[in-house]
């Protein structure tokens, strides 16, 4: 079973996610949006599309998205196939979180690694 496939997204803590924000933008280039992140889509050496993109946001600390996890980052991997993937965590004795999202961005599912960082998996919807 394939299990992590790339990067989803990259998203950590700020005091002031809004200086943050304009500080990566001004300095890095970066786009941040109003929403607070970016997207970076994927393409080949050429620019081509890739067929995916990462996501880069800056959250308020102590956001609740990243509970209960103790770091002030959170990493989403993308996956082929979350609920077997969380099953396989699951028999293996890894924290698997009982909640999961199921929307239009994809399906969602946390397990906590063994230094207590909360990890997003994600399954992109089909064709993302």
């Given at each position: 079973m ?41 393409s ?85």
């Amino acid at each position: 079973m394939k299990r992590v496939t790339g990067i989803g997204g990259i998203f950590f803590e700020a005091k002031d996610p809004a200086a943050l924000g304009a500080w990566y933008k001004r300095h890095l280039g970066i786009d941040v949006q109003p929403w607070g992140g970016a997207a970076f889509d994927w393409s080949d050496d050429a620019g081509n599309p890739g067929g995916g993109t990462t996501a880069w946001s800056v959250f308020a600390a102590g956001s609740d998205p990243f509970a209960p996890g103790r770091a002030p980052f959170m990493i989403n991997y993308r996956v082929h196939d979350l609920a077997a993937l969380l099953q396989a965590l699951r028999d293996e004795g890894c924290d698997v979180l009982d909640k999961t999202d199921d929307g239009e961005y994809g399906k969602f599912g946390w397990v906590i690694d063994p230094e207590g960082n909360k990890v997003e998996l994600w399954e992109p919807p089909p064709g993302r």
